[in-house]
């Protein structure tokens, strides 16, 4: 017999309790690809150091090998990922593995069986260059003089996403050095090349362009642009590198780390080394300190390295799983030191996004501890919603709790996208010409607005009293209809996928004072019944952002489980409705022993690869041939919050019991 829905949040709540940290903070950890701990190796080979580390990342690397020789996006994938396999595959030999190894004879065979290297993507193609594989005239030029670039020119830097534009400025600089760091034993990995290292075109582009495209155009400029840096004839390059690594050190983070994010700080470290900075420059050494207590975890006796960490985003969680649970600030030493933490962290200094919003103070959050650049809309939007219900009863903290709102608040109205909805950093970060240029081949270089930030910012405006009538909030209610799919189904961008979408529309609707009982809303609710599994449960596939058959389908996860449950209960079903109770049945029933839940699949995404950062129709039958890319989601980024398990399915037990 199944535990009732009370004795499992009573379980859920205690454990939750005993993973706070001394600090007042939540946080789980943030897995995603083999590629972040082969580039630390690789990163350390070409700084000249030993990572501390380095015998346990190694280890985390064997483990995650698929039986077939490959390393794969995400678990379960149905295919293994040229660019993770090259990439590990090179890390383990510059770390001096022999290549008869087993493990590494199986990752080469399978590179041998699937193309070779001629296909991986560009940033692969920049770690081969920097081991002297790739020739570096051979890829994209991302020249330093981008930092000059007006606000008004399409280019600009503060055009392209936060984590393009963060890693676009220390990769500029290591673009026009072109340094190389030979594997001394390892040579040029000769052995990956069984036709011979030099019968490889190595000038073939990731993605044929069409004749007469704007892909051929910047192909042509690219082309260019390698020639003048080779006869060193672009003016002022040394200027440019300085104006690049000043733009660097004032963007470094607190912690040492670069906008909270993998990418710009490894190659933050390895531009600063490469310009004469030593190991010991306060810089250098605090970015390399970084990468010890908070961004790396222990697992079957391997070290594996976070490519993001999300304490705020998961402290804030965790705060709302309490509060929709019953307890108090005042009955709840806990949630007190989680709200303080909360409070300390809010952004009150301008960062990059002020560059293109003029006239907004910040009051936002960011999902790092240290980050305080990138303040993100879906961190405030949560942040707003968790504040508004503990506003009432905040007692001594309630001036900083009211201060707080008021500057958020001010904020979030600031970054709404002129289509009415809310991207995560910045605001109508959309002009798709950048997607066109040749080193914009690796994922997504834009943040254009999406359905599930803009819906968590209705519900947090809904909690704070706001309606369909007020202005802003009928802005984006008409985004969101004109997102919702034929079936009823809106797309996840930021968690897998349309499961997550429609998780957070309807209670961001319902919260607004939507009529639920609307007919889009109802055959959104009908869509999600639908894909009820015989469990009892809800699961989604990453596979599902390539493969339209994969959408609303596969193994039950307790977090997408948990969004499917607050959806229809948002969307009016009866406490008794069969799907609900069998929902709710299939979280009790899956809940471990020590009140936490199992999960091993991904249910976030960093960026589904489609290089434009929104919805595209998966219906193009030559859409694998644009993007380059299957259901492996090879220039795609999922990730695994490790604490989604927990706070959703409280959240949504919560909810139950409440009403």
């Given at each position: ?9 009573a379980r859920a709540t205690t454990w939750l309790l005993g993973a706070q940290k001394p ?121 330093p003089e981008i930092v000059r670039f007006p606000l008004w020119f399409p280019f600009n ?183 303080v933490y909360i409070l300390d962290h809010q952004i009150l200094e301008p960062g990059d ?307």
């Amino acid at each position: 017999m199944n535990p009732s829905i009370e004795q499992t949040l009573a379980r859920a709540t205690t454990w939750l309790l005993g993973a706070q940290k001394p600090e007042g903070y939540w946080v789980g950890m943030v897995e995603s690809n083999s590629c972040i701990e082969a580039q630390w190796l690789l990163c350390s080979h070409i700084l000249g150091i030993d990572l501390p580390i380095k015998a346990g990342v190694m280890q985390a690397l064997f483990n995650r090998q698929r039986p077939d020789g490959s390393w794969d996006i995400y678990p379960d994938a149905p295919a293994g990922d040229i660019n993770s396999t090259v990439e590990v595959y090179a890390a383990l030999r510059a770390m001096g593995e022999p290549m008869d190894r087993a493990e590494l004879a199986r990752a080469r065979a399978w590179i041998h069986t699937h193309g070779g290297l001629k296909d991986v993507r560009v940033f692969t193609r920049y770690w081969l260059a920097l081991i002297g594989i790739w020739p570096w005239k051979d890829i994209p030029n991302l020249p330093p003089e981008i930092v000059r670039f007006p606000l008004w020119f399409p280019f600009n830097i503060y055009n392209f996403a936060q984590w393009a534009r963060a890693t676009m400025v220390p990769l500029a600089v290591l673009c026009a050095r072109r340094p190389v760091y030979p594997l001394p034993e390892a040579g040029k990995l000769e052995e990956l090349f069984p036709n011979g290292i030099a019968n490889l075109d190595f000038s073939i582009p990731v993605k044929k362009s069409r004749p007469w495209s704007l892909e051929a155009l910047f192909e042509w400029i690219d082309k260019g642009l390698h020639r003048l840096q080779t006869w060193r004839l672009i003016p002022f390059r040394e200027n440019s590198i300085k104006l690049c690594l000043e733009w660097m050190i004032r963007h470094q983070d607190a912690d040492g780390a670069w906008g909270g994010i993998q990418p710009p700080w490894i190659y933050g470290l390895m531009a600063l080394r490469g310009e004469g900075y030593g190991l010991n420059h306060p810089v250098v050494a605090r970015g390399l300190a970084a990468l010890g207590e908070h961004w790396s975890y222990e697992r079957d006796g391997g070290t594996h390295i976070q490519a993001s960490e999300s304490p705020i985003w998961d402290t804030l969680f965790c705060l709302l799983a309490m509060v929709e649970a019953g307890h108090t600030l005042a009955e709840t030493p806990a949630m007190r030191r989680a709200l303080v933490y909360i409070l300390d962290h809010q952004i009150l200094e301008p960062g990059d996004w002020s560059m293109n919003v003029k006239g907004i103070a910040c009051g936002g959050w960011a999902f790092e501890r240290a980050n305080v650049r990138y303040p993100d809309v879906d961190d405030t939007a949560l942040a707003l919603l968790v504040l508004a219900k503990l506003r009432s009863a905040s007692g001594d903290l309630r001036g900083r709790v009211d201060f707080a709102i008021e500057r958020a608040l001010a904020w979030v109205f600031g970054m709404q996208c002129a289509n009415g909805g809310w991207a995560a950093f910045d605001r109508d970060n959309d002009k798709a010409i950048i997607s066109k240029i040749p080193f914009c081949n690796f994922g997504e270089a834009l943040d254009p607005p999406s359905v599930d930030v803009t819906a968590h910012v209705l519900e947090a405006l809904g909690a704070l009293g706001m309606r369909g009538e007020h202005p802003e909030v009928a802005k984006a209610r008409a985004f969101i209809l004109a997102e919702q799919e034929p079936e009823g189904s809106w797309f996840g961008r930021w968690g897998v996928n349309h499961i997550y979408g429609i998780g957070a529309v309807l209670p961001g609707l319902a919260a607004i004072g939507e009529d639920m009982n609307a007919p889009y809303v109802q055959k959104a609710a009908a869509w999600l019944v639908g894909k009820q599994n015989a469990d009892g449960g809800w699961g989604e596939s990453c596979e599902s952002y390539m493969d339209a058959d994969w959408i609303g389908r596969g193994a039950s996860t307790p977090s997408q489980t948990a969004w499917a449950l607050m959806a229809l209960m948002a969307a009016g079903l009866e406490p008794a409705a069969p799907p609900l109770t069998r929902g709710f049945e299939h979280l009790c029933a899956t809940q471990r022993a020590d009140g936490t839940w199992d999960e091993a699949h991904y249910t976030a995404t960093g960026f589904p690869g489609y290089g434009v950062g929104a919805r595209i129709d998966l219906r193009d039958p030559l859409l694998q041939e644009k993007l380059g890319q299957g259901s492996e989601l090879s220039r795609g980024f999922m990730i695994s919050f490790n604490m989604y398990r927990h706070y959703f399915p409280m959240i949504a037990l919560a909810r139950r019991i409440a009403g």
